[in-house]
């Protein structure tokens, strides 16, 4: 009976770990609804004010942030260079890093081509709603709780470099790392809030630099809430950035 026990265990962190090693993304729904974006605490810094209703139509999202196996296969149909190594080395079920929003943007339009289905970056709006558990939500301060370390990778815990995918807490719908591990970018120009509800909103018109949400694993917790706003040119890479996809309904 221990021996079958084992060998049921071994099986499943086996079919875990290649879940998480494929070509492609699992897509998570969420169902459309509405919700207050930005800092409902009164915690973060003046760029999450106003608070603001959103409401968003039904969309697919990434359960785990883009993986090192996913995009070494865009990369090898491509035929283009892998981004260059963090010193940490490459790893299947680690998220990918080093990759710019241009980059992100490329990888989205060759799944598209691949698969025949529309993938693109999530908007900013779409990020956090879906990190904050969507219809579910219990309204935590990180994706998936109210603390930090049981649900995602950060300076504390991450031993200072990217940690595998889902294995932390997942959140309400399901979806790991929304909190930490690595920063990912959004489609939208980073932009001023307003008081004004809105409907599947895109974010600012123009700008200089697009949107990252999440946190990463050289980040304190303040940096990992779900409300919490970065941005940084389209075209910079570094090794806490990342990324994940939305599939539109």
Not at 196 to 209: D, E, L, Y
Request: aromatic share 14%.
């Amino acid at each position: 009976m221990k021996n079958l026990i084992l060998t049921m265990l071994i099986a499943a962190l086996f079919f875990t770990g290649k879940a998480y090693s494929q070509s492609y993304p699992e897509m998570i729904t969420v169902e459309g609804g509405t919700f207050t974006m930005g800092d409902t605490e009164a915690e973060g810094g003046s760029d999450e004010q106003p608070t603001h209703e959103v409401t968003l139509k039904t969309f697919k999202i990434a359960k785990t942030e883009t993986t090192v196996a996913q995009y070494r296969a865009y990369c090898n149909a491509a035929g283009i260079k892998m981004p260059d190594p963090p010193s940490w080395g490459w790893t299947d079920n680690l998220p990918i890093v080093n990759v710019s929003w241009n980059d992100a943007v490329a990888y989205c339009d060759w799944l598209s081509d691949k698969t025949g289905n529309m993938y693109r970056l999530p908007t900013e709006a779409e990020w956090e709603y879906a990190a904050r558990g969507g219809k579910l939500s219990k309204g935590y301060k990180y994706s998936g709780g109210q603390s930090m370390p049981g649900v995602g990778w950060f300076a504390e815990n991450s031993n200072s470099q990217t940690q595998a995918v889902a294995q932390k807490r997942p959140n309400e719908l399901g979806l790991y790392d929304m909190s930490g591990n690595v920063w990912e970018w959004c489609k939208d120009w980073y932009g001023a809030y307003t008081a004004n509800p809105q409907t599947n909103p895109k974010g600012a018109a123009t700008g200089s630099r697009r949107v990252l949400r999440g946190g990463g694993w050289y980040y304190t917790a303040a940096n990992c809430r779900v409300a919490y706003r970065n941005s940084l040119t389209p075209d910079y890479r570094f090794y806490d950035n990342g990324f994940r996809v939305v599939s539109p309904e």
